[in-house]
């Protein structure tokens, strides 16, 4: 119900600031779920709360991956990888996150080790094997890594990061976590079981969507939760490499940016979220009828709003923000980030 995410509000997990309410009634990833959207405004964070997971959730994901919009294109990566000469090519020209990743590892040798921390359905650790480095991938869904080592091979299991940290202290050249940290609860802690994989020498590479992308008054332009628990600025990560001890910098989009211009704000309403529930209530996925159904809803629902006076007036304030929102050019909707241990 609605009424029982009305609570006190708690503070930042990055930088213990004030949080303050953006929004009471966010639609989760399931049907009749809702979740509030907290936002930091000193380190530009916006989270979910409850920040609550259940890993089997993403069991019912990879189970009828096809029919869910936004994963559906992750099984079509994973048919298509097996067929092309240079996967990982072929990956950098899908999508900036592919094309940032191998960005980063353009200095690593080639069999140097790699682990890929939430690999998915597997198809990037191949995309890395083929290009000449020792990769594998561990993921918590079953099903993900079942399917991985049925089309790609043993290189994929299912385990905890906290076990896998204390089985490889300082194993690895890097560790990959694409597109995962704003899945999990507590982000700090995940870098930290991160980082001890690492060798001195090695680098943690991250993906992430990218709040600083968008003007900080969005409300929440990234799946909806649990899936995504949290949208992260690029101040966001600053705090928690900080917190980690950890050195930092961004990739640079400005190449890729140059060949594949930075499509429009695609924000529908400033403050609705844009995505809505893809499951039903018995974890079936919806049909285009019922998400459609569900996104009238929604705009009806704002256009009644609208119609306060106070909310028109501050519409139009907003309004007038965006369009004089700049993106710079060396930035995406997603953001890459690369940390490394100090050098004493």
């Known amino acids: 119900m609605k009424d029982d995410i009305e609570k006190p509000l708690p503070l930042c997990k990055l930088c213990n600031a004030p949080l303050r309410s953006l929004h009471s009634a966010q639609p989760g990833y399931r049907e009749g779920s809702f979740f509030r959207v907290l936002h930091c405004a000193v380190c530009n964070t916006s989270c979910a709360d409850p920040l609550t997971i259940d890993s089997l ?76 480095f020792d990769a594998r991938g561990i993921d918590l869904s079953r099903v993900a890594v079942e399917n991985a080592i049925k089309r790609f091979g043993p290189f994929y299991e299912q385990a905890d990061l906290r076990d896998w940290s204390l089985r490889y202290p300082q194993t690895y050249d890097v560790v990959l976590m694409a597109e995962l940290i704003e899945h999990v609860p507590e982000p700090g802690n995940l870098i930290q079981l991160a980082a001890q994989l690492l060798k001195p020498t090695g680098k943690l590479v991250i993906t992430t969507p990218n709040k600083s992308n968008f003007p900080e008054w969005v409300l929440w332009e990234t799946e909806a939760p649990p899936i995504h628990l949290w949208w992260f600025s690029e101040s966001s990560i600053k705090s928690l490499a900080y917190s980690a001890g950890l050195k930092l910098h961004f990739v640079d989009f400005s190449s890729f940016n140059r060949k594949h211009p930075q499509p429009p704000l695609r924000v529908m309403d400033p403050y609705q979220p844009t995505f809505g529930a893809l499951l039903d209530t018995s974890n079936r996925a919806l049909s285009k009828k019922a998400r459609r159904k569900g996104e009238q809803q929604r705009r009806k629902n704002f256009y009644f709003l609208r119609k306060m006076k106070r909310l028109f007036l501050w519409r139009c304030q907003l309004l007038q923000e965006m369009t004089g929102f700049s993106r710079p050019h060396s930035r995406r909707a997603i953001l890459c980030a690369v940390m490394s241990k100090p050098q004493h």
């Open 57 to 132: 959730l993403y069991d019912v994901i990879y189970s009828q991956i096809d029919s869910l919009p936004g994963y559906n294109r992750y099984a079509h990566y994973a048919r298509q990888v097996s067929l092309e000469h240079n996967p990982l090519a072929y990956l950098a020209e899908a999508e900036d996150v592919y094309w940032s990743i191998r960005e980063s590892l353009a200095d690593l040798p080639a069999d140097s080790k790699i682990l890929e921390i939430g690999s998915g359905l597997g198809y990037m650790t191949f995309a890395l094997r083929k290009a000449g």
